[in-house]
C-alpha cells in the first residue's frame, strides 16, 4: 500500500507540473512590475526575439502591477532563471514585454509559475519638455500657436483628412509591428551589411583592381568579337572532330591495357636501374670532360662537311658509272682473290731483299723434264696437267661465295 501511495504521489505530481499540456494549450505565467504604463491588454510578447505570445491580463497586486504571461506551445516551458523586461516600441506609443527564457539544462517552470520583471523608469512627455531650455520652449510654444492658427476654420478638412489617413497610418503600425517583431534578425542583417561594407572599404585597392580587370577584359573581348564570331563559328567542326577521336579512345586505350600490364614488371626494375645507373653517370662526367676536345673538332668537321660534299658531288656520278663498268670484271676476278693475295705477297717478298745500293730483284728460272724434252702430247710420269683449275687451287685454298657455297 505504501508504494502505491508513493506511485500515486509522484504521478499526481507529474500531472501538476505538465498539466497545462494535459488539460489545455494555455501556458501562462506572472510577472510583477513597478508600473504598467503603456503596456495594454493584448499586447505582443516576445521570447528570445520571437513573438510568442501576448498580454492575457493586467491587475494591482501588493501596490505593484500584475502582468499575466499567455505563451504559445512552441515557445513554453520557460526554464529556471527567465527573466522579463519592458522596452518601448516608441517613445509615446506602445510598450513591449520581452521575455530571455534561463538555459535549457534549468528546471521548468510550471504554467502559472512567477517571473522576475523589470522596468526602466517610463519617460513622460512633460519630463522631454521641461528637460528643455526656456529658449527652446518659447521657440515651441510659439509653434504650437501658429499651428493652432493655422488650424482653425480648418477642422473639417483635418478631421477628413486624418480618417483618410487611417489605412495609410494602419499600414504603417502593420510595418512597424513587424519590424519590431523582426528586430533581431534586422539587427543581425544591419551587422551583417555593416561587416560586408567594412571589408569592402578595407579592401577598396583590390576592389578597384578587379573592377579595372574587368572593364579592360569587356574591353578586349569587345575588340575581338570578329575573332571570336569566327571561333565560334569552327567549334562544331572541332567538337565534331574531337568527338571521332574520343570515340577511338576507348579502344585505343583497350589495346594499351596489355601493353602497359606487359611493361609492367620493366617499370618495376626501373628504380633499381636507376640507382645502378647512377655510379656509371658519376664516372662518365670526366670521360664527357675529355670529349669536349672532340666535340669541338667534330663540330669544325660538319661546318666544313657540307662544302667538301657539294664538291664531291660532281664527282659521284662519273665514279658511279665507273664502278658500274667495272662491276663485270670485278664479279670476274672475284673468285681468283686467293690467287692474286698470294702472288702479291710472293711478289713482294721477291723484291724485299736489298743490299748495299738498296732493294734488288732476283729472277728465278723453274726448270724440270718437259723443259728439255717438250712433248705436250706427253706427260712425264709423277707430273699433272690441270688446263682449267679451280679458284684457289694453285694456293691450296679452297674458294667460297658469300653463301659458303663452293665452286660449281
Do not use: C
Request: proline letters at 7%.
Amino acid at each position: 500500500m505504501r508504494r502505491i501511495g508513493l506511485v500515486a504521489l509522484a504521478a499526481v505530481v507529474v500531472l501538476v507540473a505538465s498539466g497545462w499540456t494535459l488539460f489545455g494549450n494555455d501556458y501562462r505565467v506572472g510577472v510583477l512590475l513597478g508600473s504598467a504604463t503603456n503596456i495594454v491588454k493584448g499586447g505582443s510578447v516576445m521570447v528570445n526575439g520571437f513573438e510568442a505570445g501576448s498580454v492575457s491580463g493586467i491587475r494591482v497586486k501588493d501596490g505593484k502591477a500584475y502582468l499575466e504571461l499567455t505563451l504559445d506551445s512552441d515557445h513554453a516551458p520557460l526554464h529556471s532563471g527567465a527573466t522579463v523586461s519592458v522596452a518601448w516600441k516608441a517613445l509615446l506609443g506602445e510598450r513591449l514585454v520581452e521575455v530571455h527564457d534561463g538555459p535549457t539544462s534549468n528546471p521548468r517552470i510550471p504554467s502559472g509559475g512567477m517571473l522576475e520583471g523589470t522596468m526602466d523608469q517610463p519617460t513622460e512627455l512633460d519630463q522631454v519638455l521641461n528637460a528643455l531650455d526656456p529658449t527652446t520652449r518659447t521657440h515651441l510654444s510659439s509653434l504650437v500657436r501658429e499651428l493652432d492658427g493655422t488650424l482653425q476654420g480648418n477642422e473639417q478638412d483635418v478631421r477628413a483628412t486624418l480618417q483618410s489617413a487611417g489605412p495609410a497610418l494602419s499600414a504603417v503600425g502593420q510595418v512597424l509591428k513587424g519590424i519590431g517583431t523582426d528586430g533581431p534578425a534586422i539587427k543581425n542583417l544591419v551587422v551583417t551589411l555593416n561587416q560586408l561594407t567594412s571589408t569592402l572599404a578595407a579592401r577598396d585597392g583590390n576592389l578597384r583592381g578587379i573592377i579595372n580587370d574587368l572593364t579592360h577584359l569587356t574591353s578586349v573581348v569587345a575588340g575581338q568579337r570578329q575573332q571570336l564570331s569566327t571561333s565560334l563559328q569552327k567549334l562544331p567542326g572541332t567538337l565534331d572532330q574531337a568527338n571521332s577521336t574520343l570515340a577511338v579512345v576507348p579502344g585505343v586505350a583497350d589495346k594499351a591495357v596489355p601493353l602497359l600490364n606487359d611493361l609492367r614488371p620493366a617499370a618495376e626494375k626501373l628504380p633499381s636501374v636507376s640507382r645502378n645507373l647512377r655510379p656509371l653517370l658519376a664516372d662518365l662526367r670526366p670521360v664527357i670532360a675529355d670529349l669536349r676536345p672532340t666535340l669541338v673538332a667534330a663540330d669544325e668537321l660538319l661546318d666544313i662537311t657540307p662544302g667538301l660534299l657539294d664538291q664531291a658531288h660532281a664527282a659521284v656520278p662519273g665514279t658511279t658509272a665507273a664502278l658500274d663498268y667495272l662491276q663485270p670484271a670485278f664479279a670476274f676476278l672475284r673468285p681468283y682473290t686467293p690467287e692474286a693475295v698470294s702472288f702479291l705477297g710472293q711478289w713482294g717478298s721477291a723484291f724485299a731483299n736489298y743490299d748495299a745500293n738498296g732493294h734488288y730483284a732476283r729472277g728465278h728460272i723453274q726448270a724440270g723434264a718437259t723443259s728439255v724434252n717438250h712433248n705436250p702430247g706427253v706427260l712425264v710420269p709423277g707430273l699433272r696437267n690441270d688446263p682449267y683449275p679451280l679458284p684457289g687451287a694453285i694456293g691450296n685454298q679452297p674458294w667460297t661465295d658469300a653463301f659458303g657455297s663452293s665452286a660449281r
